[in-house]
């Protein structure tokens, strides 16, 4: 925590057991458009110090359920209290992971029902440069969710006609209808990221939640159910 005085999303957190108040973006997150369902699969990438973790876990019910929780960070996460053993944690670089190897930490190695990624650059202090590195880790988040072939078009108009159309394939770590939570720093660039994931998901939403403290430019892009198959954009 920064300095000042404790705040009341710090003391709940305490009071809670949560790790840290970050716990109460997902739980808001979750309390609104409901992305993780009970069994359902959860990959967390940059899950330290494991507040996500403890909300996503919560989130799936009752152990009998069933259900998972995977956390990548680089620091190594210790499985924190209120988790139970559907949860695991891997130290790597998100950024050079390879995506095979990402999907095979998967339920039956078939992809993740919601991807959650709370990554942020090491702040700079320059909002250009520190929006753009945070605009990096979400493009792999994204990356990770739809595959690079259905991202290939929104980066290049001149992409042929035959290449438009992209259906989920091994390159995917989401499941159809799947969700993703994507955080970044507030930037123009954003308005691509919502030109991007409009015709992959069936709805997609900005939101800042309310534990965000008020010098803090994060903001979270909302992506629910992923399309099996979309139509490129600049297509």
């Known amino acids: 925590m920064s300095g000042g005085a404790p705040d009341f999303f710090y003391r709940e957190a305490q009071r809670l ?9 997902l739980l808001q997150m979750q309390k609104q458009y409901k992305l993780i369902t009970p069994g359902c699969s959860v990959l967390d990438l ?28 680089l620091k190594k996460v210790k499985v924190p209290t209120l988790c139970d053993s559907r949860v695991q ?21 078939k992809g993740f029902s919601v991807i959650l990624s709370d990554m942020c650059p090491i702040v700079s ?4 440069r520190d929006a753009a590195l945070s605009a990096e880790l979400g493009m792999r988040a994204l990356d990770l969710a739809v595959g690079g072939a259905a991202l290939a078009p929104t980066r290049n108009t001149e ?5 438009s159309s992209c259906s989920l394939e091994d390159d995917s770590v989401l499941k159809p209808g799947g969700n993703l939570i994507i955080k970044l720093l507030e930037s123009e660039d954003n308005k691509e990221f919502s030109q991007i994931c409009k015709p992959l998901f069936r709805k997609s939403s900005w939101l800042r939640p309310k534990a965000t403290r008020s010098s803090s430019r994060e903001i979270y892009l909302i992506c629910q159910g992923l399309r099996r198959s979309r139509v490129a954009p600049y297509a």
């Not at 057991?17 to 973006?25: D, I, L």
């Not at 944690?89 to 190695?109: C, E, G, H």
């Not at 202090?125 to 250009?128: H, V």
């Open 125 to 128: 202090g320059i909002s250009t």
């Open 159 to 163: 992409i042929q006609s035959d290449s």
């Open 89 to 109: 944690t891997i130290s790597a670089d998100v950024m050079n992971l390879p995506k095979d190897q990402i999907r095979k930490l998967s339920p039956l190695q």
């Open 17 to 25: 057991g949560y790790v840290a108040r970050s716990a109460f973006k």
């Open 46 to 73: 940059g899950c330290a110090p494991g507040a996500w973790l403890q909300v996503a876990c919560q989130s799936l019910g009752p152990l009998e359920n069933g259900g998972s929780v995977v956390g990548i960070d």
